[in-house]
């Protein structure tokens, strides 16, 4: 059973940097293809970043690109999240996702991910 646990969140002030750590097992990283997710209070949760296995593709949302970078070390069975610049809008509980299907289609739709860690907070306060 492929485990995912995050670590790294914390409360910093606008233009601050923050990196999340995604720790999997239960499987060798390489298999899985990771993203990160969020949710704020109140809103549904939503796509942040993903990469592809060897790390030959990253993918970002609108609204971090240019800031986060996503990361992977599969030799670690880590994966990364650097998040530079934050913003107050930046704040929710990010999560890590993974998926073992050899094909994503959708990289962006939570419902694309079949494993799921159990969320570390982020505030960015202003």
């Known amino acids: 059973q492929v485990q995912l646990a995050e670590s790294g969140g914390g409360l910093v002030q606008a233009g601050d940097s923050l990196r999340l750590s995604c720790a999997a097992s239960?499987?060798?990283?390489?298999?899985?293809?990771m993203g990160w997710f969020r949710q704020a209070p109140g809103k549904e949760r939503e796509f942040v970043a993903s990469?592809?296995?060897?790390?030959?593709?990253?993918y970002y949302a609108d609204s971090v690109k240019g800031r986060f970078t996503i990361s992977r070390d599969n030799a670690k069975n880590m994966v990364y999240l650097q998040m530079n610049s934050l913003k107050p809008e930046d704040t929710a509980v990010y999560y890590c996702?993974?998926?073992?299907?050899?094909?994503?289609?959708?990289?962006?739709?939570?419902?694309?991910?079949?494993?799921w860690g159990q969320g570390t907070q982020v505030t960015v306060s202003s």
């Open positions: 239960g499987t060798i990283l390489s298999n899985l293809y």
């Open positions: 990469i592809s296995w060897e790390s030959v593709a990253t």
């Open positions: 996702a993974a998926t073992l299907r050899r094909a994503v289609l959708n990289f962006r739709a939570p419902n694309n991910y079949d494993y």
